[in-house]
C-alpha cells in the first residue's frame, strides 16, 4: 500500500508527508507540494482543498485496482504542526521554531543547564557544524507581558543549544504559532 501511494501522490505532482491507518477503517493521507534546496519555502504555494480533492480523486480509484481495504480515506495538508520525519524536512524548515522530543533524556550530558530527565525542548532549528547533526537554541526567560517595561540595563538571558541526531528524535515537529492580531504592514504606511 505504501508504494501505491507514494508513487500515486509522486504522480500528481505532491510530496508524502505521512500516512496513517487507524482503527475503524479510516486511511489518512497527508500530502504537501514539493520542496526542493535552494528554494525559499516561502515561495512553495500551500496545499489547497482543490488540491487534496484531485489525490482523494485518484487514491481511491489506485487503492480499488490494488485492493486495498479500507473504509473511509481522507486526504489533507500537514498543518501548521507539520511533522519533520528525515533530513531533507529539517533542511526545509532551518530558521523556522520547532518542538522535538528525544527519545532517551539528555541525563548527565545536561550538565546542570537544563533538568537531566529532559525530553522535550522548543527552539529556533539551525544546522550544527558536524555533519548529519542539527541544533535547537533557546532561552528559558519568560516572554515578557504586552505593555510591560522591560529596562535596557536587564541581563540577557543566555541562550542554550542543543546539539542531536535525526535518529536520536523520538518526534520533531513545527511549532504551531498563531497571530491572531493579523498581517504586518510590508511598508511603513507613515512614512511619506
Known sequence: MQQIVEETVAGLGYELVEIERSAGGLLRITIDNPWQEGINRLEIPLVTVEDCEKVNRQLMFALEVDG???????????????????????ARFEGDLVDITLKAPMGEAAAGLVHASR?????????????????IAWSDAPEPKPGARVS???????MQVLGFRLEELREARLAPVVDFKGRKPKIDLGEK
Not at 481522507?74 to 524536512?89: A, M, T
Not at 522535550?120 to 541544533?135: I, P
Not at 535596557?152 to 543566555?158: A, H, M, S, T
Open 68 to 90: 486495498v481495504e479500507y473504509r473511509r480515506l481522507e486526504v489533507s495538508s500537514p498543518g501548521i504542526d507539520r511533522p519533520l520525519r528525515n533530513d531533507r524536512d529539517l
Open 152 to 158: 535596557k540595563k536587564r541581563p540577557p538571558v543566555p
Open 119 to 135: 525530553k522535550k525542548f522548543r527552539g529556533m532549528l539551525e544546522k550544527a557544524e558536524a555533519e548529519n547533526t542539527w541544533q
